[in-house]
């Protein structure tokens, strides 16, 4: 069965970083276009960044330059560097991957606060 388990979520102070990390499973992980969203309470879930099989990367508008995405096909994993993060950065953050079909993960929290 496809697993995806997203870890390095937590609490950090405004400014600091984060890396979160989805481990694959279940899927072929190199032909899949991974992504992560966030959803803040009551706010809908919105994309923060996305990499395609071919490692080309799209990003929300107010992470660009601060978040990066990437992905390691030998470890079936994908990650997401956060830096300078602002409180409006906080939300539960989820791993997907997508061909064709969603899956996705339990989300972990990222809270930023001082």
């Known amino acids: 069965q496809v697993q995806l388990v997203e870890s390095g979520g937590g609490l950090v102070q405004p400014g600091g970083s984060l890396r979160l990390s989805c481990a694959a499973s279940g899927i072929i992980f190199r032909l899949y276009t991974m992504g992560w969203y966030r959803q803040a309470p009551g706010k809908q879930r919105e994309l923060v960044a996305s990499i395609t099989s071919g490692s080309n990367t799209n990003y929300e508008d107010s992470v660009k330059g601060r978040f990066t995405i990437s992905r390691d096909n030998a470890k079936n994993t994908s990650y997401l560097q956060m830096n300078s993060l602002k409180p409006e950065d906080t939300a539960v953050y989820y791993c997907?991957?997508?061909?064709?079909?969603?899956?996705w993960g339990q989300g972990t929290q990222v809270t930023v606060s001082s």
């Open positions: 997907n991957a997508r061909l064709g079909f969603n899956f």
